[in-house]
């Protein structure tokens, strides 16, 4: 029913910057949030950053000030902008989409394929 195709992983120094996007397709009846969640090797996958339908944010603690989440509507994409990036940015980082795909479903959570973030020296 929905496709999330994920890009923009890569690798990249202490202090630089990665840009990732994440494009929604398919029957959508209505998108409810659209996020970022992120998991290292041993680790839960956690939440990195979210907006929802009416333009509410949320930032994990660890990416507050670093990091920026935005959408556009019109193409059900979501971004997360990556400043400043530390070692402990690495990750393998997934797109999740809440949303109710018909009327006739209830909501719903979508994830994108993952695409690994690494930040080294």
């Known amino acids: 029913q929905v496709q999330l195709v994920e890009f923009g992983g890569g690798l990249a120094q202490p202090g630089g910057s990665l840009r990732l996007s994440c494009a929604a397709s398919?029957?959508?009846?209505?998108?409810?949030?659209m996020g970022w969640y992120r998991q290292a090797p041993g680790n839960e996958r956690d939440l990195v950053a979210s907006?929802?339908?009416?333009?509410?944010?949320n930032y994990a603690d660890s990416v507050k000030g670093r990091f920026t989440i935005s959408r556009d509507n019109a193409e059900n994409t979501v971004y997360l902008q990556m400043n400043n990036l530390k070692p402990e940015d690495t990750a393998v980082y997934y797109c999740?989409?809440?949303?109710?795909?018909?009327?006739?479903?209830?909501?719903?959570?979508?994830w994108g394929q993952g695409t690994q973030v690494t930040v080294s020296s």
């Open positions: 999740n989409l809440v949303v109710r795909v018909t009327t006739e479903r209830p909501i719903e959570h979508y």
């Open positions: 398919g029957s959508i009846f209505s998108i409810y949030t």
């Open positions: 907006i929802t339908s009416g333009g509410w944010i």
